[in-house]
């Protein structure tokens, strides 16, 4: 009974916001079958902390479920709203925080790939809005440095390939990379097309590639049985004007 009666003091405490949440987490960690043993399995579940919350939150959870359990009881308190506060004030710093954080990142994306509004509006149109610091965009290569490639690899790089590569050498972005320096071939179901990087469009690792005679643009879905080469857009300009700015829509939060 004396544990009952410690017990139901802490309720009141965390009802009435004398606890700390560092002080209520504690004795709660250390109660936590005396908690379940009183209010029953409901409750319990409602005030046990969750590991993708804030201490402030949890502690607000559960003293509104200890708030509830209390008055179930029809015993007195006196309810704060010291965690409600807490909880607000934590969500409103984070919010500015990410705002500062989204405008740095905006301003980096105006000074750094300002110039591809011109050539890709729609895809820097969306930059501004979804681009994250795991991100990584590097300017494109000189006329000559296309032709040495081209030489190379021993072909002829049609116009919209010259576009992108003329102001885009790299591009890394989550589930999506195309790379200058790593162009190369591969041989599917009799026709030779060139790889300009990866698209996990339809599974990790699948391959994105680009018909030199077509323009068409292509993903290898290798996880597919049989693997299955899939178009995407008619052209790279149109890949990265439209399969680019969707792929991004889905990382904007």
Not at 94 to 121: I, M, N, T
Not at 158 to 169: A, H, Q, V
Not at 180 to 191: A, M, P
């Amino acid at each position: 009974m004396d544990a009952d009666k410690k017990s139901l003091d802490t309720f009141i405490q965390l009802a009435e916001g004398q606890l700390s949440p560092g002080d209520w987490l504690l004795w709660f960690e250390q109660n936590k079958e005396l908690v379940e043993t009183i209010c029953g399995r409901i409750v319990f579940l409602k005030t046990k902390p969750k590991s993708s919350s804030s201490d402030v939150r949890n502690t607000h959870y559960a003293q509104v479920a200890i708030c509830n359990w209390l008055n179930s009881k029809n015993i007195s308190f006196a309810p704060s709203d010291v965690y409600a506060q807490s909880e607000k004030k934590e969500f409103d710093d984070f919010c500015e925080k990410q705002q500062k954080k989204e405008k740095k990142l905006r301003q980096l994306v105006e000074s750094k790939l300002g110039y591809l509004k011109d050539c890709f509006p729609k895809f820097y149109k969306q930059l501004l809005k979804s681009y994250h610091e795991g991100d990584h965009i590097e300017q494109g290569v000189a006329l000559s440095e296309l032709e040495k490639k081209a030489q190379q690899l021993s072909i002829t790089f049609p116009e919209d390939l010259t576009l992108f590569f003329k102001n885009i050498s790299q591009l890394e972005l989550e589930g999506l990379s195309i790379s200058f320096e790593e162009l190369g071939f591969v041989t599917q179901y009799g026709d030779k097309l060139l790889m300009l990087g990866e698209y996990w469009r339809y599974g990790d690792g699948d391959k994105l590639l680009y018909n030199l005679t077509t323009n068409n643009v292509f993903v290898l879905a290798h996880e597919l049985r049989p693997p299955e080469l899939i178009k995407q857009t008619n052209s790279i300009v149109e890949f990265v004007e439209k399969e680019i700015v969707k792929h991004l829509k889905l990382y904007e939060e």
